[in-house]
């Protein structure tokens, strides 16, 4: 069990319950290039949990069956899967928006040489984690040299047509704090990053994405052994907006594990809270093709929160202004 998990688990957040299924969130893997400092996934190069080609083509089927709007791929690093592309493909072949997580870094990896004109042939919406536009900022929590290589990633992109008006391919830019506070407005950090990746790098994206740091394993393990866990829950809690709770991502959305688990999120995937899905007390991507999980209750614990504080914080950013719908430009 996490260190986390028995800190979290007893809770008063409010009980929700499902809308219509839209959007699958499938992490690939936990193998990373990267070991960021804010990682809830505690992904990293050592990590050797990938998926199998059966579960892979299981997911296919859901999407199908489910007439998913959005796939929405995650891992770790998930171009590292080896089921990435076929993913990719078949998706798009059903018509479905994908979207890809990508930490940038990977752009630069052995053997990923046309991973990024890949994206660009298949349409795949990218989401570019970078914490700051400035470099000490970005290598302190993500490594040295990071920063250099996502830029890299970004001229890549850009060089393509993502985040350039009218190209039609989607690039949006994901901030994380650097330590236990919440984002800043989004809108404005956003018109902060726009102008100095401009300014002095020549880069253009769509949007920015303003996350909230989530009390899980990487993160939640330092809140907890600097004694700092107790503080952030309580400003987590404090900041808590009800208007929030009508756009959270589990309302719509469903995370598949490696395995083919089924989770309300990536959170409570990671805290290995399964989601419920009728009678069955552990469910599977297959019991998606016979149970519709609209009206299931939701998994809640004390890290909910983290979504519903001061400007809300989902997959697609803040709530508050009603963040970038998953899946449109």
């Not at 899967?81 to 052995?110: M, Q, W, Y």
């Not at 830029?151 to 989607?170: D, F, H, K, M, P």
């Not at 069955?280 to 809640?300: A, K, M, Y």
Request: aromatic share 6%; net charge negative.
């Amino acid at each position: 069990m996490h260190a986390t998990l028995p800190l979290l688990i007893a809770t008063d957040f409010p009980a929700m319950r499902r809308q219509h299924l839209s959007t699958l969130q499938v992490n690939l893997g936990y193998r990373c290039n990267q070991s960021c400092l804010h990682c809830h996934v505690n992904a990293g190069p050592k990590r050797t949990e990938m998926m199998d080609s059966d579960t892979a083509d299981l997911v296919i089927e859901v999407l199908q069956a489910r007439r998913i709007a959005t796939l929405d791929l995650t891992g770790g690093a998930p171009e590292l899967s080896v089921h990435f592309r076929r993913l990719v493909a078949a998706a798009r072949s059903l018509g479905v928006e994908v979207i890809d997580r990508c930490n940038l870094t990977i752009l630069s990896e052995p053997g990923q040489d046309d991973l990024a004109a890949f994206l660009a042939a298949q349409g795949v919406q990218v989401v570019a984690s970078l914490p700051c536009y400035s470099p000490a900022n970005v290598d302190r929590q993500r490594g040295d040299g990071v920063f250099d290589l996502s830029i890299a990633g970004l001229r890549q992109l850009n060089a393509l047509g993502y985040g350039v008006e009218g190209s039609g391919l989607t690039l949006n830019l994901v901030y994380n704090p650097q330590g236990p506070s919440l984002p800043p407005p989004q809108g404005a950090l956003e018109a902060d990053y726009k102008r100095e990746l401009l300014q002095h790098f020549g880069i253009r994206f769509n949007h920015l994405f303003a996350l909230t740091n989530m009390p899980v394993q990487r993160f939640g393990s330092t809140l907890v052994s600097k004694g700092t866990f107790g503080a952030y829950m309580q400003m987590l809690r404090g900041a808590y907006q009800a208007d929030n709770l009508d756009t959270v991502m589990c309302r719509s959305m469903i995370s598949v594990d490696w395995q083919g688990d089924l989770y309300d999120c990536d959170f409570n995937q990671m805290l290995g809270l399964p989601a419920r899905l009728g009678k069955t007390f552990r469910p599977h991507l297959r019991d998606l093709l016979q149970v519709d999980p609209e009206g299931e209750s939701i998994r809640i614990a004390d890290h909910c929160y983290g979504c519903t504080a001061g400007q809300g914080s989902s997959c697609g950013g803040a709530l508050e202004s009603g963040g970038v719908l998953q899946g449109t430009p």
